[in-house]
T-cell receptor, first 107, second 112 residues
Framework: SQKIEQNSEALNIQEGKTATLTCNYTNYSPAYLQWYRQDPGRGPVFLLLIRENEKEKRKERLKVTFDTTLKQSLFHITASQPADSATYLCALDKLIFGTGTRLQVFP | DGGITQSPKYLFRKEGQNVTLSCEQNLNHDAMYWYRQDPGQGLRLIYYSQIVNDFQKGDIAEGYSVSREKKESFPLTVTSAQKNPTAFYLC???????????FGQGTRLTVV
């Protein structure tokens, strides 16, 4: 069955730097990949969707890449702020989620 | 306001009792989902439904049941057969299975 992996260790970065989160998948070729943000005790909130024929997508300070050869998506937050601290989840099509990576941005 | 509503936010039950979690949406979405989330873990799919009167098992359907009699509603029953039911349950809906999903606020179920 398909497997989706995100770095389970928290990512700690300084305010103003670029945060880069990784999502790897195996045994599958998704047509779409989505990224969500989840704050403690709340439901995830949709951020970006990228299709297999798109290499890159941007939304304000967010950028997502999708490399179907490497079976990997990278999620970037530029000029990070403490308010960006949250858990970020990637999801394959049919909404199969990874375990998420917790991002902590410190001043 | 359009949205997806889960109730209640907190639920306590005694072991051996069945309990039903409510999920209602007024977004006119065809697809609805139930996930379970344990502390420090990602979302695991319990059941999903792409259309009224039809639903499919996800990765961890054992001990759970659902119904989809109306487009707006997708209740989840946690049965006594579920060995470890204490968890955070999330319901979501989307226009179709390959579009962005909208999540409810979640129900934290504690079985004692």
């Amino acid at each position: 069955s398909q497997k989706i992996e995100q770095n389970s260790e928290a990512l700690n970065i300084q305010e103003g730097k670029t945060a880069t989160l990784t999502c790897n998948y195996t045994n599958y070729s998704p047509a779409y990949l989505q990224w969500y943000r989840q704050d403690p005790g709340r439901g995830p909130v949709f951020l970006l969707l990228i299709r297999e024929n798109e290499k890159e997508k941007r939304k304000e300070r967010l950028k997502v890449t999708f490399d179907t050869t490497l079976k990997q998506s990278l999620f970037h937050i530029t000029a990070s702020q403490p308010a960006d601290s949250a858990t970020y989840l990637c999801a394959l099509d049919k909404l199969i989620f990874g375990t998420g990576t917790r991002l902590q941005v410190f001043p | 306001d359009g949205g997806i509503t889960q109730s209640p936010k907190y639920l306590f039950r005694k072991e051996g009792q069945n309990v039903t979690l409510s999920c209602e949406q007024n977004l006119n979405h065809d697809a609805m989902y139930w996930y379970r989330q344990d502390p420090g873990q990602g979302l695991r799919l319990i059941y999903y439904s792409q259309i009224v009167n039809d639903f499919q098992k996800g990765d961890i359907a054992e001990g759970y049941s659902v119904s989809r009699e109306k487009k707006e509603s997708f209740p989840l029953t946690v049965t006594s057969a579920q060995k470890n039911p204490t968890a955070f349950y999330l319901c979501a809906s989307s226009i179709s299975e390959n579009t962005e999903a909208f999540f409810g606020q979640g129900t934290r179920l504690t079985v004692v």
